[in-house]
């Protein structure tokens, strides 16, 4: 390539012709490549930035008055680029953790309202499997809140009677929620008794 001066290198790229962006890859090609590697930590990508900054460079041919008009023109072009590819991936990497987190609060959401479906179904039937004296205490007990001598009093029993059934009631419950594989519903049982 012949040598040229600043000015007519400038004039080169105004007229449109392709030896100005030639001399502008030969001059800060390797600038622009180490800017990109520093800023995305990737070689592959940086070429491609440094590539597409030049594609940029010969399509726009705004009228540029000096050598350095080019120059900031590639670095400005470049910078954008990653800048927004990085605010898009980063968007991205948000709203796939976003999706990520309502998939599992829905998960969980139908794990808890499953297991809370089942515990009530073991209770229910574990309830009626209770003799009848038993489940009437039980359901005084924790249904109605009653204390051991307001049960007592409305049974007509000794208080001491209330409290062995609600042990052997507490007993047989206790069995019933460690049978179940389901840990929520093994606390649930432990909770509820």
Same mark, same amino acid.
């Given at each position: 390539?012949?040598?040229?001066?600043?000015?007519?290198?400038?004039?080169?790229?105004?007229?449109?012709? *392709? *030896?100005?962006?030639?001399?502008?890859?030969?001059?800060?090609?390797?600038?622009l490549l180490n800017m990109a590697i520093k800023l995305t930590n990737n070689s592959a990508n940086s070429i491609?930035?440094? +590539? @597409?900054?030049?594609?940029?460079?010969?399509?726009? $041919?705004?009228?540029?008055?000096?050598?350095? !008009?080019?120059?900031?023109?590639?670095?400005?072009?470049?910078?954008?680029?990653?800048?927004? *590819?990085?605010?898009?991936?980063?968007?991205?990497?948000?709203?796939? +953790? !976003?999706?990520?987190? !309502?998939?599992?609060?829905?998960? @969980?959401?139908?794990?808890?309202?499953?297991?809370?479906?089942?515990?009530?179904?073991?209770?229910?039937?574990?309830?009626?499997?209770?003799?009848?004296?038993?489940?009437?205490?039980?359901?005084?007990?924790?249904? *109605?809140?009653?204390?051991? +001598?307001?049960?007592?009093?409305?049974?007509?029993?000794? !208080?001491?009677?209330?409290?062995?059934?609600?042990?052997?009631?507490?007993?047989?419950?206790?069995?019933?929620?460690?049978?179940?594989?389901?840990?929520?519903? $093994?606390?649930?049982?432990?909770?509820?008794?």
């Amino acid at each position: 390539m012949i040598s040229k001066t600043k000015t007519q290198i400038v004039g080169g790229y105004n007229r449109k012709e *392709d *030896d100005s962006i030639v001399w502008a890859y030969d001059k800060y090609h390797h600038m622009l490549l180490n800017m990109a590697i520093k800023l995305t930590n990737n070689s592959a990508n940086s070429i491609d930035y440094v +590539a @597409e900054g030049y594609l940029k460079l010969m399509e726009n $041919r705004k009228h540029l008055k000096n050598i350095n !008009e080019i120059r900031s023109f590639l670095i400005n072009t470049i910078r954008n680029k990653i800048s927004n *590819d990085l605010k898009h991936k980063e968007w991205e990497e948000m709203q796939s +953790a !976003e999706m990520k987190m !309502e998939h599992e609060i829905i998960d @969980e959401e139908f794990e808890t309202s499953h297991s809370m479906a089942v515990f009530e179904q073991l209770v229910a039937g574990s309830i009626e499997q209770l003799k009848p004296k038993h489940r009437e205490i039980f359901k005084m007990h924790y249904y *109605d809140r009653l204390t051991n +001598a307001e049960i007592a009093s409305k049974k007509n029993i000794p !208080e001491q009677t209330v409290a062995n059934v609600k042990t052997i009631v507490h007993k047989k419950l206790s069995l019933q929620g460690e049978k179940s594989k389901n840990y929520l519903i $093994r606390k649930l049982f432990n909770l509820f008794i």
